[in-house]
């Protein structure tokens, strides 16, 4: 059973910073995706990275100002956002996949239970 546990939102001004982080526990995740998702109303991705090779795909609308990063030793994903917009306003939730071929933005199996992010104008 895998487990996953977000922390790290808040309530931040526009133009400010938040990290994000994803405690995971229950599997070796060394083959493993993890991705952010959002929630606002409409669930979209946001970025993931492969445990294996670390390799990181991000959304479009969150290039150049979002960094996901994993820490091996603690089974943990961080999600570094910077230049933080309103329209980034969402419930994000971390999520993770077996070794997968497809997409990087499905086909997730395990996910967190969210944590908010609130961005004032």
């Known amino acids: 059973q895998v487990q996953l546990v977000e922390s790290g939102g808040g309530l931040v001004q526009a133009g400010g910073s938040l990290r994000l982080s994803c405690a995971a526990s229950?599997?070796?995740?060394?083959?493993?995706?993890i991705a952010w998702f959002r929630q606002a109303p409409v669930k979209e991705f946001v970025a993931a990275i492969s445990?294996?090779?670390?390799?990181?795909y991000y959304a479009d609308s969150v290039k150049g100002r979002f960094i996901i990063s994993e820490d091996n030793a603690n089974n943990t994903v961080y999600l570094q956002m910077n230049s933080l917009k309103p329209e980034d306003t969402a419930v994000y939730y971390c999520?993770?996949?077996?070794?997968?071929?497809?997409?990087?933005?499905?086909?997730?199996?395990?996910w967190g239970q969210g944590t908010q992010v609130t961005v004032s104008s």
């Open positions: 229950g599997r070796t995740f060394s083959t493993y995706d």
């Open positions: 445990w294996n090779t670390g390799s990181t």
């Open positions: 999520a993770a996949r077996g070794p997968s071929d497809s997409d990087y933005d499905v086909g997730y199996d395990y």
